[in-house]
């Protein structure tokens, strides 16, 4: 089974999508199921993973409906507020519906991203290291040192890197970033998604060598059996079309791939993190 490992859907005028502003033109409007299914089906994709693109529990029980009547998404990464002391409580309610896979903790949107080190937050991401719940981490390159810290106080943590870190792809700057990735490798129960690579890199003049650094130093450090495909849809249209990630990670990938291990990278790694 092929699985994009990262895509969104939304509806504008449900009105929590604030980073999406008017003068997007690209990304303010609705996104669904049905704009993304040719996609889907050109490329052979079975099913997805669809991700939280709001910090609310409105967003997660708007996403879970949708996934309801949708049988191409496999599952749902949702939100919960780890600053509300009945996270738990979140937790068991979404965690009733068949296809709520876990959650994001979104450390790119917040003010200060060393809010996550305090007691609370400690403390929650432990409990859900302790269930084994699969956690995504979206933060940007800058970030690293306080996800390092996290992660060493929270070491057994099931989680995944989205999008490589935000690497600097646009400036092609690779260090410190290839030393950070190489730490969070270490940690066995984390994975990471090739996804998200062309909205990170010059929009309007990249080119596919542009990447194939960044995705060989991932293979190397995570190794085959903890990477993931991820389109990033409809976000990366900011800077490619879903056929063209493909064009970019193919090109990035080894020449001799096996089939087992392009196997794993298209759905079987996302079907064992996930627990699918």
Request: with cysteine.
């Amino acid at each position: 089974m092929r699985i994009d490992s990262h895509q969104h859907y939304w509806k504008i005028d449900r009105g929590d999508y604030g980073w999406i502003t008017p003068e997007d033109k690209t990304l303010h409007r609705d996104y669904l199921p049905n704009d993304l299914l040719p996609h889907l089906k050109k490329h052979n994709i079975d099913q997805t993973i669809l991700v939280q693109a709001a910090s609310t529990i409105e967003e997660t029980e708007f996403l879970l409906e949708l996934s309801d009547n949708d049988s191409t998404i496999a599952g749902v990464v949702g939100w919960l507020d780890l600053d509300d002391p009945n996270y738990v409580e979140q937790y068991q309610e979404f965690n009733k519906h068949p296809k709520f896979l876990g959650f994001r903790l979104n450390i790119q949107d917040m003010k200060d991203e060393t809010a996550t080190l305090k007691d609370h937050y400690i403390e929650a991401l432990r409990y859900f290291a302790e269930q084994d719940v699969p956690v995504d981490l979206l933060f940007v390159h800058h970030q690293f040192p306080t996800l390092l810290q996290l992660l060493r106080k929270v070491p057994n943590l099931r989680g995944v890197v989205d999008h490589l870190g935000k690497p600097d792809i646009a400036n092609q700057k690779f260090e410190p970033w290839n030393e950070h990735i190489e730490e969070i490798a270490s940690y066995d129960k984390i994975y990471c998604k090739l996804s998200g690579m062309v909205t990170e890199a010059d929009h309007d003049d990249w080119k596919k060598e542009d990447f194939v650094q960044y995705v060989e130093h991932i293979l190397e450090t995570f190794g085959k059996d903890r990477v993931m495909f991820g389109s990033d849809w409809p976000v990366c249209l900011l800077a490619g079309s879903y056929d063209e990630v493909l064009e970019v990670l193919q090109h990035a990938l080894p020449d001799k791939m096996s089939e087992s291990d392009t196997d794993k990278l298209f759905g079987a790694n996302a079907h064992k993190f996930y627990k699918l």
